[in-house]
Each structure stands twice: as structure tokens, then as C-alpha cells.
């Protein structure tokens, strides 16, 4: 397959990739403790630092801590499992296909699953609640392969893939404004796939989604030397003894569920799985071990930031955290496609 950009290519030498990346990640793992504890004193009621701190130490008596045990918690818990989940998902897509524009949000995969996963809820609203993500795999992995069959053309090059990517996603868009008008007594409990919002999240959300996150995440890092061999070619990839097309499609399909099971539990964020993984290679560089622990980090910023602006820029009205990440994506996602344009 032939593709204009490599993403698996080691990234340039400089003043951030030089520095240690485990120490790059071990701060921004820092930061993102901080702004988790941060995250649960804002909200509709301003809640104390100090009943944060009594509530993870396990005192709930007062009625701030059980505030942030009911419901800052489980959110800022949210953030973490969906934001490691949808930037190693791009990272995966991106070093899987060779190209920049790659992102769960850009290819399909989210409209795709918010669909199936929509389908599910509106069709069979008795259906257990285990049963969302694999359906909402199922909508991502068809909305994946469309996008991929529709662009490729002995190769798939990056501008190619993101045109194709966003009709795909339109089209799913409309499937789920359809679904919306021919269900109006349900439009509430579907309005989630639109608004990517984590508004009402409880700890059954994040009990649903953390076993998936929780193998899959590892699955894909220790295969982290495998994407790397890709980002090589895949001539010399088959040189060198890596079947190619088979690690291809096992680490997309992982890729792919990682995203679906986000939706499932969160909505149509859109542009963490693409914004993450590039700031990751500009702190730690292009090995994709390093790079992928970074962007899952940064993901978690990235939803922790976009959660809590949402939440404390207009109280008590909340702004729904995928329109946050749109807001800071999208620019981002133009100034990608002019950049690979010249």
C-alpha cells in the first residue's frame, strides 16, 4: 500500500523530543492529578477543596463530599477512562494507516458507533446495558471499513481519507437526526450521541467502559513495537518477518473498539483522538510505546479541560464537553489539512 505520510518515522530531533520521555509523561501525569482534584471543586455548586480531599479519604458526612462522590467522581473518573481510550485510539489509527488525518472522529468510527449505538437504545430500550458496546463496535467497525474501501486508491492519502471520512460521517449524522425525529418522546436519552456530553454520568458508566479500556489499552501497548515496524513500510515490514496486513487489521480492530466502547458510554466527542497523539509525538517523539502512554496522558487533560470549562464557564448551564473539543479540534484539524495540502 502506498500512502504520502508516514506517521511510524521516528520524529526529528529537539529541545522537547530530547528530554527523557518518561519524565515527559511522568508530568503530565502529575498535572493530570492535579486538574482531577481541581475538576471536582467546579460545577453548578462550587464545592470546597477541602470536602474534595475528605471525600477521596473516605469521610462522606459532610454535603460536599457527598457531592463529589455522587456525582464530580464518577465525571472526572469519565474523563480519564474516555480520554486514555480515544487518544490511543487515534495513535493507533494514525500509526496503522500512515497517516496524520487518522482520528476515530475524521474516519468515521464515532458517527458509526453513536448510530448503532442510538439504534440500540431507541429499537430496544429493555436491552441490557452491557449489550452497547458491542453494538457500538459493530457501528464503528462499518463505519471504518466504508471510509476505508470508498478512499482507497492504491493507497490512501491523507486528504483523500479525511473528504471521505467526513461524508461518511455526515451521512451517519443524518441517520441519527433521522432517528431523532422518528423517536421524539425517546430525543432525551439520545441526545447524548450528539452533545458528547457527560452530564449525569454515574459510576455504572465507568464500570461499564474501565474493563474494556482496561484490557484493550494494554493489548495495543504491548504491540507498540509492532506499529512501529509499520511505520517502516510495508516492504521492509515484510523484510524484516511482521505480517503485515494481518497486524494491520488486528491493531485497527483494536483501535476501532477502543473508540466504539467510548461512544457507548459518552457520546460523539470528537478531534481528543487526533489532537492527542500529535502533541504526544512533539513532546516525546515518534516510538510508539512513549508516544502512545503520552497521548493517553494528554487525553485525559484534553477531557478533564474540556469537562470542567464546560461545566464552570456559565453555571448552572453546562456546555457539553464534545463541543468544547470540537471548538479546539477543528482549527486544528484545518490547519492539518492546509499543511499536507502545500
Known amino acids: ?111 458509526g458507533a453513536g448510530f448503532a449505538g442510538m439504534l440500540l437504545v431507541l429499537l430496544a430500550p429493555t436491552a441490557s446495558a452491557a449489550l452497547v458496546p458491542p453494538v457500538a463496535f459493530a457501528g464503528g467497525l462499518a463505519g471504518a471499513g466504508l471510509v476505508y474501501v470508498l478512499a482507497y486508491r492504491r493507497g490512501v492519502s491523507p486528504v483523500r481519507l479525511a473528504l471521505v471520512g467526513i461524508a461518511v460521517s455526515a451521512t451517519f449524522e443524518a441517520l441519527i437526526r433521522y432517528l431523532l425525529v422518528k423517536y421524539p418522546l425517546d430525543v432525551n436519552a439520545s441526545l447524548i450521541w450528539l452533545t458528547g456530553s457527560l452530564f449525569g454520568r454515574s459510576m455504572d458508566s465507568v464500570l461499564m467502559a474501565l474493563p474494556w479500556v482496561a484490557v484493550l489499552v494494554p493489548a495495543v501497548l504491548v504491540t507498540a513495537r509492532r506499529l512501529d515496524v509499520l511505520g517502516l513500510g510495508d516492504d521492509l515490514a515484510t523484510g524484516l518477518g511482521e505480517s503485515v496486513e494481518r497486524t494491520r487489521r488486528n491493531l485497527l480492530l483494536l483501535g476501532v473498539a477502543l473508540a466504539s466502547v467510548c461512544v457507548a458510554v459518552s457520546g460523539t466527542i470528537g478531534f481528543v483522538g487526533l489532537v492527542a497523539p500529535h502533541i504526544a509525538r512533539r513532546l516525546v517523539g515518534g516510538r510508539h510505546l512513549v508516544s502512545l502512554s503520552a497521548a493517553a496522558v494528554i487525553g485525559v487533560l484534553l477531557m478533564l479541560f474540556a469537562d470542567t470549562l464546560g461545566r464552570g464557564v456559565a453555571p448552572p448551564l453546562e456546555i457539553p464537553a464534545g463541543v468544547i473539543t470540537a471548538a479546539i479540534g477543528g482549527p486544528y484539524f484545518l490547519y492539518l489539512l492546509v499543511k499536507l495540502g502545500k
Open 1 to 111: 500500500m502506498t500512502v504520502n505520510v508516514a506517521i511510524g518515522q521516528p520524529a526529528r530531533p529537539s529541545s522537547a523530543t530530547s528530554r527523557k520521555p518518561w519524565t515527559v509523561i511522568g508530568g503530565l501525569l502529575a498535572a493530570a492529578l492535579v486538574a482531577s482534584v481541581v475538576s471536582m471543586t467546579i460545577g453548578a455548586t462550587r464545592v470546597p477543596f477541602s470536602d474534595v480531599i475528605t471525600a477521596l479519604s473516605g469521610d462522606t458526612s459532610s454535603e460536599g463530599a457527598q457531592v463529589v462522590i455522587d456525582f464530580q467522581l464518577p465525571r472526572v473518573l469519565l474523563c480519564w477512562v474516555v480520554g486514555v481510550g480515544l487518544a490511543v485510539s487515534g495513535g493507533v489509527m494514525q500509526g496503522v494507516v500512515r497517516n496524520p488525518l487518522a482520528a476515530p472522529d475524521i474516519i468515521g468510527v464515532t458517527k
